[in-house]
């Protein structure tokens, strides 16, 4: 996501993905037929590759779609959020 007022040719790199990313990389590990290496790559390999350990708090992702904000409004500004508009096929229980 990035702030309207921001938009540039020269504008750095990067969205905010935060409210959708686990709910899209689900998506392509799903369309991938490798759901099974879902929680490996989210949970398991970043600990166990840096020798930390791995968190023993759970996340549970249900298959059902959720609509992502056109914008969202701040105090002096928008923010257009990462695949604006779109739905994505998981999402995080709550």
């Keep these: 996501m990035h702030v309207i007022a921001k938009r540039a040719a020269a504008a750095g790199a990067g ?3 935060a409210p ?4 899209s ?3 392509v590990f799903e ?4 759901l099974q290496h879902f929680e490996a790559f989210c949970s398991v390999n970043g ?3 840096y020798g930390l ?3 023993d708090t759970f996340i549970e992702l249900v298959r059902e779609e959720q609509q992502v904000a056109e914008s969202i409004a701040l ?3 928008t923010l ?15």
């Design 15 to 17: 969205c905010f993905n």
């Design 20 to 23: 959708t990313a686990l709910g």
């Design 25 to 27: 990389y689900a998506t």
């Design 31 to 34: 369309e991938m037929n490798a």
């Design 47 to 49: 600990p166990q590759f």
């Design 53 to 55: 350990p791995v968190n």
């Design 75 to 77: 105090t002096d500004d």
């Design 80 to 94: 257009v959020p990462f695949l604006a508009g779109e739905t994505v096929r998981w999402s995080v229980k709550q």
